[in-house]
């Protein structure tokens, strides 16, 4: 299958001509027809499988073709609803580039910056708009947008918003939305409570799911290792010593964990950034863009950040902290093996979060592999059996047979040093 047999526009095969794309993915070739045909959809798949192109294809096709008969000023006709800032900057730069031809204008609206730029914008006149929550519904109160003119709505990440508390806000919005619409519903995982909303905001909708629920990438390789908790750091350091290892995503369960273990690395001289909610948007961009540039080795990331970074090539996510709920995992690890490519999944496991892997094991239907070859294995607790298709150590961490000592507390600077001489 190629873009070319999805009747799509020339302007829009031009473009993405222009971005090296010739063969969609299963859920830009099931979704595409599916919306230009005008129907609701209900789309059901993992992050990193293409639901952006899948939703912002057809959308700029449909606007563009109405184009032509358009009169008057600029309405906002498109409205897509995410819950982070970098996902919906991530959202237009995917509009931008699909929509290069069309000359169709839009909009990134959140929060945390200024909002004098988006009204100003807003004032101009937008095709699309695409928002977070929470900016959306003050731009709104303060009548700097108008809802009424919408006639495509999408509804992207449903199940984080859910896990982010924004299901309310949503609600607001929705019932500010034209009854006579076209409703675009995404989410990776589909628990009672996102089905219950479907339910009540979609028409007759075409389900499309190409991936089982809650199911990790084929692609990516997990590992699991087992270790005292005062030595994550030293067990990171210890990873990280592999040359091969050019880019990492490290997860932390919050903000201040994220920004200790961002300094950590950089005392032992290895560059990283902390991402996360209380980081400014400039801040948070600036970190990003040095990351998917190559010029930053290490970005220690909160699970807010976690579906709003999409980098190429990004060889290994490491949970420094194992997520309190399962599915969280699997959109952590879907950072890498995205679009075809292969990675490495990695995860630290202490006596405490022994429950958490439990419930990942259950949640993947799947035994995620231990690695026992590290200097800084702990046996505490009920061990987990390792899967029989172990992971290749050897193109994930640098091998030591040598039985090494165990340093204790390396958070210190001076700990560094003993923590790189016990390495």
């Given amino acids: 299958m190629l873009f070319e047999n999805l009747n799509l526009i020339e302007p829009i095969l031009k473009a993405l001509k222009t971005e090296g794309y010739t063969n969609p993915t299963p859920i830009q070739e099931q979704a595409i027809p599916v919306v230009l045909n005008g129907q609701d959809l209900?789309?059901?798949?993992?992050?990193?499988?293409?639901?952006?192109?899948?939703?912002?294809?057809?959308?700029?096709?449909?606007?563009?073709?109405?184009?032509?008969?358009?009169?008057?000023?600029?309405?906002?006709?498109?409205?897509?609803?995410t819950p982070t800032r970098e996902l919906a900057i991530q959202i237009g730069e995917s509009f931008m580039a699909y929509g290069e031809h069309t000359g169709l204008s839009h909009l990134v609206v959140f929060g945390g910056v200024s909002q004098v730029p988006q009204v100003n914008a807003l004032q101009h006149g937008i095709d699309i708009l695409i928002a977070t929550p929470g900016r959306l519904l003050d731009l709104m109160n303060q009548r700097h947008i108008s809802l009424q003119h919408i006639n495509m709505f999408v509804l992207d990440e449903a199940d984080r918003m859910l896990d982010m508390g924004f299901i309310h806000d949503v609600k607001k919005v929705i019932d500010k939305l034209p009854s006579n619409r076209q409703t675009l519903f995404f989410s990776a995982t589909m628990p009672r409570e996102i089905s219950t909303l479907a339910d009540t905001i979609l028409d007759n909708p075409v389900r499309v799911e190409v991936t089982p629920v809650s199911s990790t990438a084929e692609k990516v390789e997990q590992g699991v290792y087992f270790v005292e908790k005062e030595n994550k750091p030293s067990l990171l350091l210890h990873?990280?010593?592999?040359?091969?290892?050019?880019?990492?995503?490290?997860?932390?369960?919050?903000?201040?964990?994220?920004?200790?273990?961002?300094?950590?690395?950089?005392?032992?001289?290895?560059?990283?950034?902390?991402?996360?909610?209380?980081?400014?948007?400039?801040?948070?961009?600036?970190?990003?863009?040095?990351?998917?540039?190559?010029?930053?080795?290490?970005?220690?990331?909160?699970?807010?950040?976690?579906?709003?970074?999409?980098?190429?090539?990004?060889?290994?996510?490491?949970?420094?902290?194992?997520?309190?709920?399962?599915?969280?995992?699997?959109?952590?690890?879907?950072?890498?093996?995205?679009?075809?490519a292969s990675g490495i999944a990695l995860s630290f496991c202490d006596a405490e979060e022994r429950a958490y892997l439990k419930d990942i094991n259950r949640l993947t239907a799947q035994s995620v592999p231990v690695i026992e070859d590290q200097p800084f294995h702990s046996?505490?607790?009920?061990?987990?059996?390792?899967?029989?298709?172990?992971?290749?150590?050897?193109?994930?961490?640098?091998?030591?047979?040598?039985?090494?000592?165990?340093?204790?507390?390396?958070w210190s600077r001076n700990n560094i040093a003993k923590t790189k001489a016990a390495l």
């Fill in 239 to 340: 990873i990280l010593k592999d040359s091969n290892i050019e880019r990492a995503l490290v997860f932390t369960r919050t903000k201040h964990g994220a920004d200790k273990v961002a300094k950590f690395l950089n005392r032992a001289d290895i560059g990283a950034e902390a991402i996360h909610g209380e980081k400014s948007q400039t801040a948070r961009q600036r970190a990003l863009s040095m990351f998917k540039a190559g010029d930053l080795r290490v970005l220690v990331a909160t699970d807010i950040a976690s579906r709003g970074i999409d980098v190429n090539e990004l060889s290994h996510v490491i949970n420094f902290e194992l997520p309190n709920v399962a599915e969280t995992y699997v959109h952590r690890i879907g950072r890498t093996g995205r679009a075809g």
């Fill in 42 to 81: 209900l789309g059901c798949a993992q992050t990193g499988t293409g639901k952006t192109a899948a939703f912002a294809i057809p959308i700029l096709q449909i606007l563009h073709q109405q184009k032509a008969k358009q009169r008057g000023p600029k309405q906002i006709k498109a409205l897509i609803l």
């Fill in 379 to 410: 046996s505490k607790g009920k061990m987990v059996t390792s899967h029989p298709n172990n992971i290749n150590r050897s193109s994930a961490v640098p091998r030591h047979n040598s039985v090494q000592r165990r340093e204790r507390i390396p």
